[in-house]
């Protein structure tokens, strides 16, 4: 399912009273932390709709909202590197979710495991 910037977005099956919790962001996206379930590792960050969390709560795969590409997307499906959904969790200000995930591959883009392999920034001591 795509979408074009400025269009009005699918209408969700989330459960509505989720959706009353949630406070997004101006887009109407919250940012969605992908962490491996048994081990804590940090995988990475995508962004969601009400949809993409419908989408991730009913089909035990990690669907996101691309916002270059204006568009959902299921992790894996063209990688092979899929998410499998353990369990998802509102932060306390319902502003974030966090997914703990069953990865099977590289979760980056780039083809490291996680997203925050790459770029350690020094603490300056």
């Given at each position: 399912m795509t979408s074009t910037p400025g269009a009005t977005p699918p209408a969700s099956s989330l459960d509505p009273a989720v959706a009353a919790r949630l406070k997004r962001g101006a887009d109407g996206l919250v940012p969605a932390i992908a962490q491996q379930y048994d081990t804590?590792?940090?995988l990475m960050l995508g962004w969601m709709d009400d949809e993409a969390?419908?989408?991730t709560l009913t089909t035990g795969r990690c669907?996101?909202?691309s916002?270059?590409?204006q568009e959902y997307w299921v992790k894996g499906d063209t990688?092979?590197?899929v998410q499998h959904v353990?369990?998802?969790a509102l932060d306390c200000d319902a502003?974030?979710?966090l997914v703990k995930v069953d990865q099977t591959g590289a979760a980056c883009h780039t083809g490291d495991r996680t997203c925050f392999?790459?770029?350690p920034l020094s603490l300056g001591k």
């Open positions: 804590g590792e940090v969390l419908h989408r669907t996101y909202w916002r270059s590409r990688s092979g590197h353990k369990s998802v502003d974030t979710v392999d790459a770029d």
